[in-house]
Nanobody, 123 residues
Framework: VQLQASGGGLVQAGNSLTLSCKAS????????VGWFRQAPGKEREFVAG????????GYADSVKGRFAVSRINSANTVYLQIISLKPEDTAVYYC?????????????????WGPGTLVTVSS
């Protein structure tokens, strides 16, 4: 499986954005997916995860209530919807996959990473 995140851009604070993570490969539906972000000068951090079936999701406390992760396995795509964007959401966003039922909050548990997409939030 290969992953490609897209949908980033320059947005004003308070607006919304939806990121997509498109997967290639027939085994995508067996993968749990995590979304991570890395702001300039900071460590890459977990923001959201979704199990392989799409029925189990989880979020970092810092984004809970503003981020929503979903997936459409038939389209090989996972989405991350972000509302009420804040300047502190500015980061490169990555999606990552692991061949497992459940997502993880630990980045070292993901074997597959795609190139990130940059989100810049202006105040």
């Amino acid at each position: 499986v290969q992953l490609q995140a897209s949908g980033g851009g320059l947005v004003q604070a308070g607006n919304s954005l939806t990121l997509s993570c498109k997967a290639s490969g027939r085994t995508f539906r067996s993968y749990a997916v995590g979304w991570f972000r890395q702001a300039p000068g900071k460590e890459r951090e977990f923001v959201a995860g979704i199990g392989r079936r799409g029925d189990i999701t989880g979020y970092a406390d810092s984004v809970k209530g503003r981020f929503a992760v979903s997936r459409i396995n038939s389209a090989n795509t996972v989405y991350l919807q972000i509302i009420s964007l804040k300047p502190e959401d500015t980061a490169v966003y990555y999606c990552a996959g692991k061949d497992a039922m459940w997502y993880s909050r630990q980045r070292n548990e993901y074997a597959t990473w795609g190139p990130g997409t940059l989100v810049t939030v202006s105040s």
